[in-house]
């Protein structure tokens, strides 16, 4: 972004502060003004994020643009040149004080009982500006306390000063108005629509920015008064896009997450999963001590027992071992488990559970940052899953670009996005056409439809992308697996067609997984070393891991924190082998599907429990900082590599997290600049320097499957509220998730002939299940869609990767 | 009784007072509202005329007429069509959601004649250059949303509003609104936040002064339907011919709406500037004098908003430029009398309480503030009031409208008059209109209140 470059060009608007000259940034806000000059001014529905409207009057002050002084609203006044303000005067004091007056008279004053109370602008602002006592001696107005406007945040109106923070954020921000203001006059109050909760994905900031206790979110309602919480700045791990948080506790147990404002990711907003999921975290379910299978149950171990037996799993022969995981740890566990498998010759190693795209699209394709994709004039391509439902928090800067910014958005995915509606052009290849549609588009050939895509529609997405060779448009490609029922490899095809279309497009990998740049960065994937060096000898990816372990070919099966039963799309694929290892090593923070079937269950501490370092989507490297102490016996992963290694007979020389980062820095080039103990203080995180030069090996093109025309090619993608490690461990998150439905289009519904919701049995080769169905206008004929790790229905059992595309049968 | 003009019959309210009529020419035909009276009348003979004419030459004319709004600020309405920049699209709205308290003449104008309306709303279309015009009609006004639905329907088919009118390159839409009944829609910047799909609040101006940020963020011309109805005849006879009417600085005629204590209350079109308050109130022509030979008490200029009068401003001249110096305003035009019956705490809480219940709650001095001082008001009235709530009611009354308030004076009591406009810390005047009832009772019949406030009796020795 050129803002600085901007502001610098010109020389400033000069006015008078209280008698003072200063200077004001050109189109600068009054209030902003006398901030940056070390005047506050108190106000209550001003917010920099959002549109200001004037409304509170907290914010008068004494302005004289040379018609006389008048009180006028700060935060609605751009500062014009010689504006003489007066912020101490009489006029000015009375006024603020006024406000707080009127404010006051109706407020319940249940501050001793209030989760915003001691951090509250109404009782600061009533303090410092306020008359101090009231003359009020009427009845307050009275509503019906808190109540429910979703599963997770809570209304009490008579707290709620109607700042319409909360409102515009839902409608501006978010894009779902599902709040606002009903009644009028006194009684106006902020309400949902009738039958229509909040349930918005971002419901929780609207908690975060209420200027009073009137919004509280169910899971910190009544756990601690703010002047007991500490805080310390973190990551959100939920996501790969690495939004800034403060982690606060009380007691040693967190109890609540803010979003912090970093210009670079996410504005401050966080997403409802990464402001609650650390619920999961204090949850009881949290593994505490090293476990080893005996018979049916778990036997609680010694640590030195567990290393050494895991120890044992590891040396059985370098390629009979296979490693699956390790998104979850930070980027120095990460470094040091890498370490440890590579000392031990194990390159069946792959942090991409199956689910992603190939290692090589993240880490060869030229990168760039969010604010470069969302700068105005610029041109999305949106070749990943919805990002409301993967990646929330980019959605909301992609909903911004599209709104505000006049950025162009062009999505090519099997169904429709939450971005659909701001896309300037929309297409939907069919489930394994993708390849096809890119290299038409690459062709220029729009004669036919390709895909059941039209040659019309892709002449304008061709013309559109390509526009950043033609008019030097800055295109950016959002790359990431929007179906878990089809082959990887059409993305890959995809992405080489793209890039003879737009040579000089950048790309921004839509991963799921926290930290999985980290993990592909630091060499858990079977292709490259740390810092994205090609190796010579590559390893299996997971699919093949878990062939061979299916034909006899590997014997230990190490999880870091991954849970393939659960996430890996051929669910009978991932059974098998675990059927035919000897040994399952589980490195994890709970029992999930998977490390409850290992031998060996090693107690990691997880978020929130230990320091290191996140690296997000684009590269940028922020702070993961321990709050609380990790629970019973859980131990940093870290530790838990180096101890293996030493077991081993391998010393590897970490005894520090300082001597992890200085080994790490000296021996990766991209982190040599790195200062770590900066990483906490500085704003938006540094981007690591990942200039490489070489150029992805696309290989051969994967074949176009022919269209079985009895039956509906499968898309299967994710709903944020899934069934998730972190989401099914939180108490209140835990209840979100949706049962699994059958979507087709409006045409296909009616083919069936069913009723809304009728429950119809789907069949996949020989695999069978039931399922409701409905009818979606946003899915092209001849495709069905149904969510991953949704209850009532295991999907994954149906998807049979050896199939490029999976097609499914429907009948009553 | 003999007199020389009446009631009309059809056109309940209008009081056809045999003056000069620019406005109300057709109310005594009981057609009025239709098609064929316009044409047989002189209809669309101004649109004609206009439209042989250029865009700037019409404006023009309506700058030289000083055509003063007659929504209530009173600004001339050439001189606001003059500051719309070079901006297409732009916008015409047309204010027809008329609630101001004792205002009822546009209700009268859409009703009894829409041909009018509609012919002006083309004529401003026309001298402003634009062609989508906005009629946004109140919410309770279901005649005139029919009338005018039909009229236009007429227009329509008749080739006097849409494309190429009168057989020219011009083309024009007039689109008809109907408001959801909000009095806050009145304000003109509310008024285009509901006219988009919005709830109806105020925008802060500025930024969103709408002839630079209107509809749509576009530059868009608000006017009331008095105003626009003036321009068929101005067009016809020429400003020359309409300064003839009314006095120098507001020529023409102002309908006015007089209501209360009167013996004929009613619509009355009167020139401006020429007839005083006591002419209006006493005059044969006009209310024919305070019911049942009462003493007059305090009488409201201009809408429930505006600062009471009493009988030393009843020879002030019913215009503009004379009542704003005299601490009040002519606003929209609605006069309310009281007599020497009226209790004055009553008045004033009924006039309150309608601000109370009509704030859109968007401001917190006003949200908050007007139904503080309702509750006050009310519980004076139910005998509980306290020695220190009239003084709470004109504090209250600072932290909506800071400053000295706008009142009328008094020679009894050696008081001068206070001018308008008052000051606020409001968005729009809406809360402030509350201030107006209670500071110019307080001031004037402060007796009156602390008649009803009950001696504090302070026990003693309860021990």
Redesign the interface.
Known sequence: MSTTESTEAVTGVPFFLNGQALSANDGELLIDACERNGVHIPRFCYHERLTPVGMCRMCLVEVDTGRGAALQPSCMLPVTPEMKVNTETEATKRAQSGILELFLINHPLDCPVCDKGGECPLQDNAYAFGPGETRFVEEKRHYEKPIPISDLVNLDRERCILCDRCTRFSKEVAGDPLIHFIDRGNETQVNTFPDHPFSSYFSGNTVQICPVGALTATPYRFKARPWDLTATESTATVDSTGARIALQSSRDEMVRVLGVDSEAVNWGWLSDKERFSYEAANSDARLTEPLAKAGSSFDSIRWNNAIGQTAKALSIGSDRVGVLGGARLSVEAQYVWSKLLQGSGISNVDANIGDGIAADLVLGLPKTTIAEAVAPGSIIVLMAPDPKEELPTLFLRLRHAAVESGVTIVEITPTATSLTTHASLSIHPAPGSLGAVTEAMANQLFGTSVGGVDGSDLEAVAATIAKGSTDGSNVTVIVGRSNLAESADFVSDAVQSLLRLAPEAKFLPALRRGNLMGALEMGLTPEFGPGGNPSDEPGLDTEAILRAAVNGKIDTLLLLGADPIADFPDRNLVTSAFNEVNTVVAVDTFLTDSSARADLVLPAAGFGEVDGSFLNLEGRLSPLQAKVTAKGQARDDWMIAAEIAESLGMDLGFTTLDEVRSDLSASIPSFGAVDWDALGRSDDGPLLDQGRTWSVDFGSRTEVPAVDGYGLALAVDRKLWDQGTMIHNSATLAELPEQAQLSVSAIDFEKLGVRDGEVVTIESGSIRADVGVVADTGLPRGTARIHFRLPGLDIGELIDCEQSVTTIRVAR | MVSTNEYVPHAAGYVDNKGPKIVTSRFPHEDSHTLVRALATGGYDGLKDAIRRTPADVAGEVKNAVLLGRGGAGFPAGIKWGFMPPVWPRYLVVNGDESEPGTYKDRLLMERDPHQLIEGCVIACYALGLNQCFLYVRGEMAVAQERIAQALNDAYAAGYVGKNILGTDVSIDVVLHWGAG?YIVGEETALIESLEGN?G?PR?K??FFPAAKGLYMKPTIVNNVETLANLPWLMVNGADKFKTYGSEKSPGTRMLAISGHVNRPGVYEVEQGVVTFRDLFYGEQYCQGIKDGNELKAFVPGGGSAPWFFEDQLDVPIEASEVGPQGSMLGSGAIMVMDETTDIVKACLRLVRFY??????????C??????EE??LQ?ILDGHGRPEDLD?LL?IG??IS??VYPVAGFKGEDLDPVPFPP?Q???CPLGPSSVAPITSAVRRFRSEFEALIPETVVLENLS
């Open positions: 909000a709830r609040m802060l500025p930024p109370a219940r009509e704030s859109c709650g968007k401001c917190t001095p949200r908050e503030g007007t139904a503080w509750k006050v519980r709470l504090e600072q932290s800071p400053g000051k810390t409001t968005i």
